[in-house]
């Protein structure tokens, strides 16, 4: 087993005992996915498909 957020060897990355780290604001506490400055994703719309044809 090894831990690439560490890269220690013998945990994995769930039993990493390393806070993750933000790869956007290399912040530890939250990883890219919570990043709070990062910009949100844009927002897709369904509502309305395209004509297709
Ligand atoms: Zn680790
Ligand atoms: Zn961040």
Redesign the pocket.
């Known amino acids: 087993m090894y831990s690439f957020r560490c890269g220690e060897e013998g945990h994995g990355l769930k039993d990493c005992p390393v806070p993750a780290k ?1 790869f ?4 530890e506490g ?1 990883i ?1 996915r ?5 910009p949100p994703p844009p927002v897709k719309s369904d509502a309305a498909p395209a004509a297709s044809a």
């Open positions: 933000c956007y604001c290399a912040q939250h890219l919570d990043c709070p400055t990062r």
